[in-house]
């Protein structure tokens, strides 16, 4: 039996994928992915997800050179969640040019941003050549 | 608006929470939470989640005594997805005894454990009074 097959995929195909900072520890993302994106992260070390607005594979930084280099997988007791362990290129994970996707804080009952853009999104998405 | 209004709520009223050691950077856990569990958790510092299994509003530490203490609650670009930066009183997130839920780490195409059991989970549950 494969370690794929040990994965529980939803009823979409799908398992939910914590992105974490290998370093830092931080949180920078969270998607899905399907068998063919798992087995890809972890064949080329280089995170794959599905894409569910898309409805596509999705090679993290296919666009925006924001690639993730993994260096680990994990998996949970219930068999049904992935951590991927990243190092994230140009240390921008979100589409809003910011380090994290979690860049919001709950204070006094509303949502804070807490998180600065880095990069203008505009000038991340529409080329491929980014760093 | 309340802040309750702006998280996207799946179609079974539901978010993912990802569960993150405030000191550590550790992810521990990972589970889901309706209003109510998401408004409590808010209200009263300490992380309420929705089981899915059993159907029910699950104030963590109920059974266990391992309680989460919340310092915060951030919000991802998406709107749809939260982390509750926690204590974790006990220092034992997961059923089986073990600090975090993500014990098993992919290594030459097999889940290995790669931590260890803490606390014996027949030990854990069937007594409200643990520390």
């Not at 398992?15 to 080329?44: H, W």
């Not at 296919?62 to 990243?86: K, P």
């Not at 998180?115 to 203008?120: A, P, R, T």
Request: hydrophobic share 35%; with cysteine.
């Amino acid at each position: 039996m494969s370690w794929l097959d040990e994965i529980k995929w939803d009823e979409k195909g799908l398992v939910p994928v914590i992105a974490q900072d290998k370093d830092s520890g931080r949180v920078l993302m969270f998607a899905y992915a399907n068998r063919e994106a798992v087995a890809l992260t972890a064949e080329k070390n280089t995170a794959h997800y599905w894409t569910r607005s898309r409805q596509k594979l999705w090679h993290k930084g296919e666009e925006s050179g924001h690639f993730q280099n993994v260096s680990a997988i994990q998996f949970d007791c219930d068999g049904d969640v992935l951590i991927y362990q990243i190092e994230q290129v140009g240390g921008i994970a979100c589409h809003t040019g910011r380090s994290s996707c979690f860049f919001r804080t709950l204070l006094n009952d509303e949502w804070v941003i807490t998180d600065q853009v880095i990069k203008d999104p505009s000038t991340i998405y529409g080329s491929t050549n980014k760093p």
